[in-house]
């Protein structure tokens, strides 16, 4: 069932969603050469917690360890941190994050370069952040949420880019996963009606050269299943009457360096 959220509510998801715009601000400053995976969540963790009741949603959310899902290059999602996971030079690391305000979830993930990364990469990050952008402009009152996928493959066409099919977007409250399924390929005009007040976690994956992915044997990581580099950016959006409204910091801020 589809849960419609209030104005007032969409403005308390806000305030976490804030949270996590201010904390990737923090993250890109961070992400760099040598630095580990878990060092990332640690501070990540502290961040959140710093801000009255907020709690990182993931730590512990059907048994995930981290606070943070932290994927390197192949890696789509669900990426655990690790000590021994040492960020080096040309890397790409997706960092995705939710967080729990006043009983409010926010989801949000973004890829960024480690240092210099190759052509390929920088084109990856490009094309995933722009079919971010436009799935998000797509996401209007009165639309269909296959225009939100249709959107998202209108990007990647022509890229010689892979949607990951397996893996979808979906409805933000008081859980972090709620319905809508949000997916990244759609015909515009179906698919559920797009109503005010929904708030959807919207979140292309693009991988270099499949769609296809599998787990690894920690149960978590997902890879895509020929290793080529894969991206992540996500926001969570609110549908309101002036159109769709990002909940999870600004979408300026969603660019690669
Ligand atoms: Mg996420
Ligand atoms: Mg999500």
Partial sequence: MVELKTLEEIEQMARGGQIVGDLFRELEARVAPEVSTLQLDAFAEDFIRSHGNAIPVFKGLYGFPGSLCTSINEEVVHGIPSANRILQEGDILSIDVGVKLDGWCSDSCRTFPVGEVDEVKQ??????????????????????VGDIGHSVESV??????????????????????????????????????????????????????????????????????????????????????????????????????
């Fill in 156 to 257: 990647v066409e022509g890229t010689g880019f892979h949607i990951v099919r397996d893996l979808v977007g979906h409805g933000v409250g008081r859980t972090v996963h709620e319905d809508p399924q949000v997916p990244n390929r759609g015909e515009r005009g179906r698919g559920i009606l797009l109503r005010e007040g929904m708030v959807l976690a919207i979140e292309p994956m693009i991988a270099v050269g499949t769609h296809r992915i599998r787990t690894l044997s920690d149960k978590w990581t997902m890879v895509t299943a020929d290793g080529s580099p894969s991206a992540h950016f996500e926001h969570t959006v609110a549908l309101t009457a002036e159109g769709p409204r990002i909940l999870t910091g600004e979408v300026s801020s969603v660019s690669a360096r």
């Fill in 123 to 144: 084109r990856l990050l490009t094309a995933t952040r722009e079919a971010l952008e436009r799935a998000i402009e797509a996401a209007v009152c009165g639309g269909h």
